[in-house]
């Protein structure tokens, strides 16, 4: 593979992956993300290997590369922000019962009581 079409698919996955920022299908987001995650690294691979050829990279290229780097950082603080909504999103439809007792109260050696149902957890 060639670092311009390595690039080209960089450019593509980032593309991808603002595209599924704004959606809200959660397998384009991840399927994006891990798309965007090996298009870069075949990228560093193939401009580490160009570099250590010795030979100078062409200021389009070098200029694309730029600028697709400078978007990492805001689509890194987009995905952080899109995890914590998530994070939250869960936390309101699986609240965390403040009860450390287990679903079995009985089955531990304790006496049952009565008490609103809950989701169950594991312990460990």
Do not use: C, N, W
Not at 3 to 8: H, P, V, Y
Not at 101 to 112: D, H, K, M, V
């Amino acid at each position: 593979m060639q670092l311009t079409d390595s690039l080209e698919q960089a450019e593509a996955a980032v593309q991808a992956l603002t595209t599924a920022l704004a959606g809200t299908d959660a397998q384009a987001l991840e399927t994006s993300s891990t798309g965007l995650r090996d298009a870069f690294m075949s990228l560093a691979v193939l401009s580490q290997q160009h570099s250590r050829s010795g030979r100078p990279l062409e200021d389009g290229l070098q200029q694309r590369i730029a600028a697709i780097g400078s978007q990492l950082g805001p689509l890194r603080e987009q995905l952080a922000r899109v995890s914590a909504m998530t994070g939250h999103k869960v936390a309101a439809l699986l609240p965390a019962h403040p009860s450390a007792s287990p679903t079995y109260e009985a089955l531990a050696g304790r006496p049952a009581r009565p008490s609103p149902a809950r989701i169950y957890r594991s312990e460990g």
